[in-house]
């Protein structure tokens, strides 16, 4: 079994900068991508941004310039780093990870998700 666990969000003025973290743990054999989706209140879950195993990110236009996706492949974790943030990026943020676990089977999985709120 392979969790992801969030942490880092919370309460922050239009402008400011949140950094959130992704660890995953359990029966790991290999990490592939990993990245950042958001979901707003009565919208669908969007993707924010992506990153592969060797290090090529991928952003959402809304996004590019201010957010900055990284990862520690010896500690299984993904962050976020998030800059001037605006309330439109309010949102649950979930960590997404394509994990071989170590009896070979390769699976989708999915974080419980980590509240960011901006204020106007």
């Known amino acids: 079994q392979v969790q992801l666990v969030e942490s880092g969000g919370g309460l922050v003025q239009s402008g400011g900068s949140l950094r959130l973290s992704c660890a995953a743990s359990?029966?790991?054999?290999?990490?592939?991508?990993m990245g950042w989706y958001r979901q707003a209140p009565g919208k669908q879950r969007e993707l924010v941004a992506t990153?592969?195993?060797?290090?090529?990110?991928n952003y959402a236009d809304s996004v590019k310039g201010r957010f900055t996706i990284s990862r520690d492949n010896a500690k299984n974790t993904v962050y976020l780093q998030m800059n001037s943030l605006k309330p439109e990026d309010t949102a649950v943020y979930y960590c997404?990870?394509?994990?071989?676990?170590?009896?070979?089977?390769?699976?989708?999985?999915w974080g419980q998700g980590t509240q960011v709120t901006v204020s106007s």
């Open positions: 359990g029966s790991i054999s290999r990490i592939y991508g």
């Open positions: 990153i592969t195993d060797s290090g090529s990110t």
């Open positions: 997404n990870a394509q994990v071989r676990t170590q009896i070979g089977i390769i699976g989708n999985y």
